[in-house]
């Protein structure tokens, strides 16, 4: 059960209200977040609803049977909409693309890929400044200096940022220069990170793990609803199966089950989701026949000289051709 309360709540309204599922032995979680001030109530079994909906102080009390409570789409009717600075809507009408680099390399390449977005049409820039690596010997990214070049050029020429954050200790320097907050696969299930980034006023895009279960990233997700950021969107990005052909699977059954589930925009990455550059166009306009909300691609000047994952790369002319039939399908679609 979710109740949430009038905005305007009186301290004497709130206390009756605890006072009233104590008695009814409810146990309770205070929700607050950006936007709104919420109960989440744990009742060992099925209730009257009725007996709290009448309390004063409360606008909504919603019967959220299930693990998942905030991000449920149990309780909540309208999807969540993610509106990126006036730039672009994450799980609006049109599919948000996320283009960019797998790792920020240098100033010279930012441009160039940002030159090539704008004449796609494309409002979101992806690169990564901390990379989580297999590998300690491999390049492990920028870090903030990169960061602020990567800024510096988006915010000249009005392109918003997706950045990977990897530990909380990261997130207050990389606030002034991110507009998405990436949780990678990896940290996927980093709990104190998704605490840490509840706390913040900034979207948070969460990638589904390496063998990552639809319902651990709803709790993921969940992690930090609780914490008090609604601003969250899902990431389908592959996950790790027996099949070896390909670099990861890329589960696009998870898109309409997660939309099904939750109220959260979803977003497919192709990139990682099958490894292989010459399949992503193709798994990127799946993922949209699928109901991807957005797309996250790694693309490059050069991939074949590209810091990391150049296997997965799109070049600058397959991203354009993609966005075209990206165009054309939307359109049968809409
Ligand atoms: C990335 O986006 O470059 C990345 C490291 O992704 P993932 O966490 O899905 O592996
Ligand atoms: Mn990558």
Redesign the pocket.
């Known amino acids: 059960m979710i109740i949430q309360f009038n905005l305007n709540i009186s301290q004497s309204q709130r206390n009756a209200i605890d006072a009233t599922l104590v008695r009814l032995n409810i146990p309770f979680y205070d929700v607050k977040t950006q936007l709104a001030h919420y109960l989440v109530c744990t009742p060992s079994s099925d209730f009257d609803i009725r007996r709290i909906g009448e309390l004063e102080g409360i606008l909504d009390v919603h019967r959220v049977n299930g693990t998942h409570k905030m991000v449920s789409s149990k309780w909540k009717v309208n999807k969540t909409i993610i509106d990126i600075n006036g730039r672009i809507q994450i799980g609006g009408n049109q599919v948000a693309i996320m283009a960019g680099p ?1 790792s920020i390399e240098s100033e010279d390449q930012i441009i160039k890929t940002v030159e090539h977005l704008k004449k796609q049409g494309v409002k979101m820039m992806r690169g ?1 400044v901390y990379k989580p690596r297999t590998s300690p010997y491999s390049f492990r990214g920028m870090g903030i200096e990169g960061l602020k070049l990567f800024y510096e050029v988006c915010q000249a020429n009005d392109i918003g940022i997706i950045t990977e954050v990897m530990e909380a200790g990261q997130i207050e320097q990389m606030m002034p220069y991110t507009d998405i907050f990436q949780v990678g696969a990896r940290n996927s299930q980093n709990f104190n990170l998704l605490d840490a980034l509840g706390e913040i006023d900034k979207p948070v895009l969460i990638k589904r793990g390496i063998s990552g279960s639809i319902d651990e990233l709803l709790y993921s997700a969940e992690y930090v609803f609780k914490a008090g950021n609604e601003k969250l969107i899902l990431c389908e990005r592959g996950i790790r199966t027996f099949e070896k052909a390909y670099r990861n699977t890329l589960d696009l059954n998870a898109v309409p089950i997660l939309k099904e589930k939750s109220h959260l925009p979803v977003v497919v990455d192709p ?2 989701g099958i490894g292989l550059r010459q399949h992503v166009a193709t798994m990127a306009l799946a993922s949209i026949a699928a109901g991807a909300d957005g797309l996250l691609l ?1 693309i490059h000047e050069t991939p074949e000289l590209a810091a ?2 150049g296997q997965q790369t799109l070049d600058f002319s397959e991203f354009e051709k993609l966005i075209k039939k990206i165009n054309e399908l939307q359109q049968i679609l809409n």
């Open positions: 797998c990564g990139s990682h790694e990391t994952d």
